[in-house]
């Protein structure tokens, strides 16, 4: 049977990759919730197109989560099963993230939002968890994909290779410039278009024939 939704799920997750890095250049950087609050008041508009696109990512990445799977039917089932259950977590989480954005937004427009306000609001423990949980749920998934890619030899290596660099950067976002951790998630977008290729090329169709 010709499962003719797979090219547009390939290409839901394409886009939903370059979504969230168009997202990642266009979140301007800040130190501090009073940079933070100076950034929403004077660049408002690049913060509103940032959430949006990373709305639209989120949504088009858990679209093209059935594309992924296509690429395991023997080995790697099991992790790939649960690496897209942890990277729908991410994907939801990011939804969250950009709705986040547009609240806080509307409460600097509506002046109803302080710098102690908001260091108050981030110092949270409920909001610290939905980051952890958001950030795990992207990097854990992707690492548990691209293991479970190695595992079931269906793409070229460098494909779950680009993904488990993107991964590592991680850590070291902390002390790598600014523009370099931003653009490594070029790793992430390189991985998922290799899946997304490989997802739509013949020896794939055939199998799920």
Not at 54 to 83: D, E, H, K, Y
Request: charged residues 10%.
């Amino acid at each position: 049977m010709r499962m003719d939704w797979v090219p547009v799920s390939a290409a839901l997750l394409l886009t939903g990759a370059l979504a969230l890095c168009l997202g990642s250049f266009l979140l301007p950087s800040a130190d501090g919730a009073g940079e933070t609050l100076r950034i929403v008041e004077e660049q408002g508009g690049r913060w509103l197109a940032a959430a949006a696109v990373f709305f639209l990512s989120s949504v088009c990445l858990s679209l093209g989560v059935p594309a992924i799977l296509t690429l395991f039917q023997g080995r790697g089932w099991n992790l790939a099963m649960i690496s897209a259950i942890v990277l729908e977590v991410g994907f939801i989480g990011t939804a969250g993230f950009a709705m986040l954005m547009a609240f806080v937004r509307s409460l600097v427009r509506a002046d109803a939002l302080r710098e102690s306000g908001l260091e108050a609001a981030s110092s949270e423990a409920g909001f610290a968890v939905f980051l952890a949980v958001w950030i795990a749920g992207l990097y854990l998934g992707e690492l548990l994909l691209a293991l479970a890619l190695l595992r079931a030899r269906t793409v070229p290596r460098w494909v779950p290779f680009a993904l488990l660099l993107h991964v590592l950067t991680l850590p070291l976002s902390g002390v790598l410039p600014d523009s370099v951790s931003k653009a490594s998630i070029l790793l992430l977008v390189l991985g998922f278009a290799g899946i997304a290729v490989q997802a739509t090329s013949p020896q794939a169709r055939r199998r799920l024939s």
